[in-house]
């Protein structure tokens, strides 16, 4: 705190909601570049670089973030913080399925992006994202359980090859043992994959029947087709991919959202990863832990964050906080001094209590959810910037949350958490 009274407050011009409507087909990039108009709704407040790094923070405690591989190719600004601040990367979306095999059997891993800057900036560690999920699908497999049949196959077994084949594929190629991408140890840069994503509802049932909004199917096609046995097939594809290519140390995670806000939904999550920690393959079990999302905001109850870490922790597996950011647009809540107090405090919190209930060798770290509100899922989803959830601003800047967080993972832990 005391050193926080000495920043300097760079910008500081009250806060808006763009108005206009914003048309749907309406592009990332012109998106980003009318948030990025002084028209009086210029950043959030933010404060002077005083040199500290997040990975430095906390030598137990690895950060990464989510990125873009289009701003890591064109933002210097961006690429210079993804180089300075964090440890670990996980692809926002480019090595989602849809990237990675847009045409069936046509797999596509011309884009070195991820590698390149992993390897470049320092070796840091890249955790896979993701093998399996209901979106991030390209058209080819949306459209699947409307086409004919190949004689004598059904669709459970028609699916179960493609999901096979796309994880034994996709594992081989950032496990290959003549990749140059390697640590100090010529291990893989590429240590941890979400195998499978958000499997569960909010009511902790398996998502299923379709369900489209916004172009999004809500269901999922790999329990419509092959059942929820997809999900233990999927880790054991997973773990003898792995073991394929003489990689003992991929570390497979569970990934998921919700933990701290719907009950049946941690409940279910712990049933079924401590079903899988059950199974084995070549005497290891199939689920190496899990990603707590935590997209959160303001309002987040501290007792429920506490109450899923602790729940997760005790399965035994590795976790993740592996999507973090801190909304704050909550309904009658506007944008003010006092979200963004919340906010920082909130970021320290997490961090606290990560540290405090996760030990650390159960720790795989704390990722966040995009670097700034320029690059963020959500000023993107909403076309306003009313999360600014993120530690930088529309500029890079450091809010104030980013120096909180800062100090959530390196001061000591009060006896209040
Ligand atoms: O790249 C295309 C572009 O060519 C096209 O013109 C444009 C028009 O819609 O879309 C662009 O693709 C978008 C892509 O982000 C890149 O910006 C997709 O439509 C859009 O659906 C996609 O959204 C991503 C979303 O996952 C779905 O894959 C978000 O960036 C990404 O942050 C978000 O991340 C998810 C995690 O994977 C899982 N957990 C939740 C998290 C937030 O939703």
């Known amino acids: 705190m005391t050193c926080e009274k000495e920043f300097i407050m760079k910008i500081s011009m009250g806060f808006l909601v763009l108005t206009g ?14 948030l990025s108009k002084d028209n009086g709704v210029k950043n959030v407040q933010v404060l ?85 999920w209901h979106r991030g699908l390209p058209n080819w497999v949306k459209n699947l359980e409307t086409t004919t049949l190949p004689n004598g196959t059904t669709r459970a077994q028609q699916m179960d090859s493609i999901l096979s084949r796309h994880i034994r594929t996709v594992i081989a190629n950032y496990d290959n043992p003549a990749s140059i991408y390697k640590d100090n140890n010529g291990k893989p840069l590429l240590k941890s994959w979400d195998v499978v994503n958000e499997a569960l509802d909010d009511n902790g049932d398996y998502r299923a029947t379709q369900n489209i909004s916004n172009g999004e199917d809500k269901g999922s096609i790999w329990y419509r087709t092959i059942g929820k046995s997809y999900v233990q097939k999927a880790f054991t594809y997973a773990r003898k991919a792995a073991e394929a290519q003489g990689d003992t140390d991929l570390k497979l995670f569970y990934n998921d959202y919700g933990h701290e806000y719907s009950a049946k939904k941690l409940d279910s999550i712990y049933k079924m990863v401590m079903a899988l920690k059950q199974i084995t393959f070549n005497g290891k079990p199939i689920i190496d832990g899990i990603g707590m999302q935590f997209h959160i905001n303001i309002n987040t109850s501290l007792a429920n964050i506490k109450n899923a870490l602790i729940k997760m922790k005790s399965t035994g597996l590795l976790i993740h906080i592996a999507e973090l950011d801190i909304s704050l647009n909550k309904p009658g809540l506007p944008f003010s001094a006092a979200a963004l107090d919340a906010q920082k405090q909130k970021y320290k919190d997490v961090a606290m209590l990560y540290r ?45 949350a980013f120096f909180q967080f800062y100090d959530g993972l390196n001061l000591d832990i009060p006896a209040s958490y």
């Open 356 to 400: 405090k209930y996760v030990p650390a060798n159960q720790r795989w770290g704390i990722t966040l959810w995009n670097v700034g509100d320029k690059d963020s899922w959500l000023t993107y989803t909403s076309n306003t910037q009313v999360d600014a959830a993120c530690l930088f601003d529309l500029d890079y800047g450091q809010k104030p």
């Open 21 to 34: 409507i914003v048309h749907p087909g309406c592009s990332k990039d012109a998106l980003q570049k009318e």
């Open 48 to 132: 002077a670089d005083t040199g500290k790094v997040l990975q430095f923070a906390n030598p137990n405690v690895i950060i990464g973030a989510a990125v873009n591989v289009k701003l890591l190719a064109t933002d210097g600004i961006y690429r210079d913080l993804v180089k300075k601040q964090y440890n670990s990367i996980s692809p926002e979306n480019a090595m989602k399925m849809i990237n990675l095999q847009p045409q069936e059997g046509n797999f596509d891993f011309s884009d070195k992006t991820i590698e390149n800057v992993a390897l470049d900036f320092g070796k840091k560690r890249i955790h896979g994202h993701t093998l399996v």
